[in-house]
């Protein structure tokens, strides 16, 4: 591939990683109340925090966005060790906005997962199986996706699925949501991204940039040979044409 088309992708993925990192670094897209308790985390006030939801998982960013819909206003839910670190807060700080806390030390039981879709052949997998994380936080993720199918069917298919399964969330390739209470939520393409698929994107942009390095790398590399091969040839040249001059002046004098 031409090295300058490389170096463009390099440049754009570069702006987009700078532009993702922003957005992280600001929080955009994470409650008031959730980036308040953040902050005074972030000066040792409250150590028990383990992190946002979204912090401490890791998706394949083809299902990032189905993960971002499957946990809903979990995913900029707090990770707490303890619950009773927290039991004073909304008297400890005014709080911005309203904060969810999911304490580990509720999750010690190990929570029976659904086996409901498992056989089904239009499913992804069940969510919490998409998804990387901590043996630390795995119980609570288990909690809170054990029970939620991610399948390759419309919301319609949905509809017909959940008549024969009521007690699982099923989510369409779309990213519609149905619930075991009878909510329908649907998705909006219009829709900003979500914090899972924000962070999956940069992970794999990352990477991108990472192999982008490698191949600009090697192909400067080549490219450098190659002029050191020129080089080298024109000096072979410059070397035969002084030959051939002097092979004709010989012949001059001869004559």
């Not at 992708?9 to 570069?14: G, L, Q, Y």
């Not at 985390?41 to 499957?70: C, K, Q, T």
């Not at 490219?223 to 004709?248: D, F, K, P, Y």
Request: glycine content about 6%; aromatic content about 2%; charged content about 30%.
């Amino acid at each position: 591939e031409d090295l300058a088309v490389l170096r463009g992708r390099r440049e754009s993925v570069e702006e987009r990683i700078k532009l993702l990192e922003e957005q992280e670094a600001t929080r955009e897209g994470v409650s008031p109340g959730v980036r308040q308790i953040l902050s005074e985390a972030s000066e040792n006030s409250y150590p028990g925090i383990v992190g946002l939801v979204a912090d401490n998982i890791s998706v394949d960013m083809r299902f990032a966005a189905l993960i971002d819909a499957a946990l809903g206003s979990a995913a900029q839910g707090l990770i707490v060790e303890r619950s009773g670190d927290f039991a004073n807060l909304t008297n400890e700080l005014d709080l911005q906005g309203r904060v969810e806390l999911h304490p580990l030390d509720w999750l010690q039981t190990p929570r029976l997962r659904s086996r409901a879709l498992d056989k089904d052949s239009r499913l992804f997998g069940r969510a919490d199986q998409l998804i990387e994380c901590t043996d630390q936080v795995k119980p609570l993720i288990e909690q809170l996706l054990g029970s939620t199918y991610i399948l390759d069917a419309d919301v319609a298919e949905l509809l017909v699925l959940r008549v024969r399964h009521p007690d699982v969330t099923l989510i369409s390739r779309e990213g519609d949501v149905v619930s075991p209470e009878g909510t329908i939520s649907l998705s909006s393409r219009q829709a900003a991204p979500g914090l899972v698929s924000r962070r999956s994107e940069l992970n794999t942009l990352r990477e991108t940039l990472v192999r982008l390095e490698e191949r600009i790398s090697s192909s400067d590399h080549e490219v450098g040979q190659l002029r050191e091969n020129v080089v080298q040839q024109e000096v072979v040249v410059r070397q035969i044409a002084g030959a051939l001059e002097q092979l004709r002046e010989q012949l001059s004098d001869q004559r």
